[in-house]
Structures are given as structure tokens and as C-alpha cells.
């Protein structure tokens, strides 16, 4: 079993930035796929982003490409996602996931782990 904790959420101004960090206990980290989502009011939860195990396969959603950077330290059990130039439709609940699939996956069902989720509110 995973158990998932994200922080580093908040307010942030309009082309300001943020990292958001999800560290996992279990010792299946180092070879799960992780990936991140947000969900905003009255919406489905989307995919952000997914990274493989050794850090060098990443997949993003088009709207966060060039934006966002996932990362992970299997040292720490720790995924990370650097968001930069964030805009007010980047304002969700953002969740950090785990599938031992080991494919970059979008859809959020195959995801077997998750996190409570952290707020990202981008004010104007």
C-alpha cells in the first residue's frame, strides 16, 4: 500500500510560481509511475502530468507543457511539480497519484493511490 501526503499549495499571483511536493511511504515508490492532477469546482479531474520510475520518462497535458515541471527523488520518496507562469485556470485542487502499471498514464481511473490534494489559487 501507498499512502500519499501533497504540500506546497496556495495563493499565488498571476504569472507567479509554486512547487507542490508529494512524498509516499511504502516501499513500492521507486517503481510506481507518479502522476499529478487538479480538479476545479464543477470539473472533472484532469491530468497534469506523469513521470517513470527513474525520472526520465515525463508526459504532460498540453495546457501545462513548457509550464510545468514533474520531477521525483526516489531517495526521499518524493514527486514534485514545479509550476511556473501560472494562470487563474490553473486554480484546482492539485493530486498526486500512484499506478504500478508502469505506463504514462492520463486517465485518472488507472491510478491505484492517492493523495488528499493541496489548493493552487492563481488570483488576477
Known amino acids: 500500500q501507498v499512502q500519499l501526503v501533497e504540500s506546497g499549495g496556495g495563493l499565488v499571483q498571476a504569472g507567479g510560481s509554486l512547487r507542490l511536493s508529494c512524498a509516499a511511504s511504502g516501499r513500492t515508490f521507486s517503481t510506481n509511475f507518479m502522476g499529478w492532477f487538479r480538479q476545479a469546482p464543477g470539473k472533472e479531474r484532469e491530468f497534469v502530468a506523469v513521470?517513470?520510475?527513474?525520472?526520465?520518462?515525463?508526459l504532460y497535458a498540453d495546457s501545462v507543457k513548457g509550464r510545468f515541471t514533474i520531477s521525483r527523488d526516489n531517495g526521499k520518496n518524493t514527486v514534485y511539480l514545479q509550476m511556473a507562469s501560472l494562470k487563474p485556470d490553473d486554480t484546482a485542487v492539485y493530486y498526486c497519484?500512484?499506478?504500478?502499471?508502469?505506463?504514462?498514464?492520463?486517465?485518472?481511473?488507472?491510478?491505484?493511490?492517492w493523495g488528499q490534494g493541496t489548493q493552487v489559487t492563481v488570483s488576477t
Open positions: 513521470i517513470g520510475w527513474s525520472g526520465g520518462l515525463t
Open positions: 497519484a500512484s499506478n504500478s502499471k508502469s505506463a504514462l498514464l492520463r486517465l485518472w481511473k488507472s491510478y491505484d493511490y
